[in-house]
């Protein structure tokens, strides 16, 4: 009985769609011949349907057909909808698609938005109601200890929230509508009672008097958007992200964007995986110009972007929601993101690869930087702990590799060249750690430091070809500023190796090759300034 029931409903699924086709008009029940049925035109096995090429040509609005069929894939219990080959112009799309957790898998297809709306793509699940919480919880921790109203619905293997009104960017966003609020989401890996044990550590501090509340997420498990590319038919008078994945777990986005409204985003989303290649995103006034925003309380999230002619190839965002007056909050900041790829800029672009005022442990592996505009670097960090490993910065209008003092802390920098940029090469941050560069041929100083940049610690670093070696442009109020073990050139245009170095920095074991003495690499120091088993070479 059981077999029946479920042919049944298959039977119905597929029924539904094919009425609601015909519904629609003739023409969108034509297959590749003229003596395919129905069912044939869309059934190419039974976990797959395909959409005909000629039924997405004759549909005034491509992504209303495409929604029918995902439906009816998503009641058959049917994994897979496949499109058909198509170009930039012929699949027009006026509406969403929500993929359900469906695969939607092109081939070679170009999906055009013709007219607004928030995304095209998009696979979205849904949180529960909040529950307050009871006890304090500090960053760090691996458990947390829930209301039992919400412990009662919360299995090993489920998504739980957690979020506060404690402020987790840097000081120069309290305040500021830049100014972000802790939130984040954890896998459930046990429970004891109302005691949940979480996949990784708490990254932030909730606290009862900062209103702490918990929830449950239900995901869209497994939702995979892959051969495809977007674009528009107004690309500059239209607003429309590429995708939105939202509130997903295991996530899969290989899609193109190119000419388009708008990119790629991931919103509080597990354990995505994100490839793509944006070719131009004209609107570069605002998040319309971003190729791949990752955002909220996204985490463990990996991804390969490339291309350019865009705001910012890369960037990471808050969940922005409204708030009483009118305000806009942000909440969360995502974590453990993994980011390659190899971007270029052009005299209307910002940083290539970016993060704002949110997110924790975002990985840059690899990623080149070249060119951009006037006030354009080719890195920008504004996040906590974020990583720049291998990676280049050539031709950048702006500095190569900027680290925004008073919002970004705790940077490393490591095993990377950055070389040529309009400005400086490097701008440090507190607490950055800067280890085997090359910094070279840059405009003004090859590393450049500002107030609020106690802690930072330069090392094994070459120096080379800049206007200045190193700059001090501070006020003289940092502390614990470390260069060691660098090795700083005079040349014909690097004729200052240390410049009006402030507070109490500390230059150790540094080779300042081509200077006649220390006085003359190291001008004009401040009284509490050591220069200490440092050393004078040949040239």
Known sequence: ??????????????????????????????????????????????????????????????????????????????????????????????????????????????????????????ATGARGRAHRMRVDHRAGSSTLVVPGGLAAQ?????????????????????????????????????????????????????????????FRVTPVHQPVLEGMTVTATSPTELSCRAVLLRDSLHGVIDVDVGQAAGGIHVLNSLHARVRATVRSLPNRDDHRGYGVAISGASAHVQVDVSGGECRHLFTTLADEREAPGGRREQWGGPREVQVTGRGTGDSRSLAIW??????HRIRFERCEAIGGGREAPGFQIRSVDTIIDRCSSTGSGDTACKLQAGVARGTQVRDSVLESAGRHGLGLCEGAVVTRCVVRGNGAAGIVIVDDCSGAV??????????????????????????????????????????????????????FRGYGSLADAVREPGPAVRTTRSTLEQA
């Open 1 to 122: 009985m059981a077999g029946n029931e479920a042919r049944a409903n298959h039977v119905v699924g597929r029924r539904a769609v094919l009425g609601a086709l015909a519904a629609g008009g003739a023409a969108l029940l034509a297959g590749d011949g003229p003596a395919l049925s129905p069912w044939r035109s869309l059934a190419r096995s039974p976990d797959r349907y395909r959409i005909p090429r000629r039924s997405l040509l004759a549909a005034d609005d491509a992504a209303s057909l495409i929604q029918l069929v995902i439906a009816a894939a998503h009641h058959d219990g049917a994994s897979t909808v496949e499109l058909p080959p198509g170009d930039p112009g012929e699949y027009l799309c006026r509406s969403p698609i929500e993929t359900r957790g469906i695969r939607l898998a092109g081939d070679r297809t170009t999906l055009t938005v013709a007219a607004d709306m928030r995304a095209l793509l998009t």
């Open 154 to 214: 919360v299995r090993p293997g489920d998504i739980v929230g957690v979020e506060s009104r404690g402020i987790v960017t840097g000081p120069r966003t309290v305040g500021t509508s830049q100014e972000g609020l802790a939130g984040e989401y954890h896998r459930v890996v046990g429970r004891s009672g109302t005691t949940l044990d979480l996949d990784t550590p708490l990254a932030w501090d909730h606290l009862r008097d900062d209103s702490a509340r918990a």
């Open 354 to 359: 970016d993060t704002h005022p949110y997110g």
């Open 458 to 511: 330069v090392s094994e670093c070459e120096v080379v070809d800049n206007a200045f070696g190193i700059h001090d442009q501070s006020s003289g109020g940092n502390r614990g500023v470390v260069v060691q073990r660098c090795t700083i050139d005079r040349g014909e245009r690097q004729e200052i190796g240390v410049l009006t170095p402030r507070g109490a920095m500390s230059i150790t074991e540094t080779a």
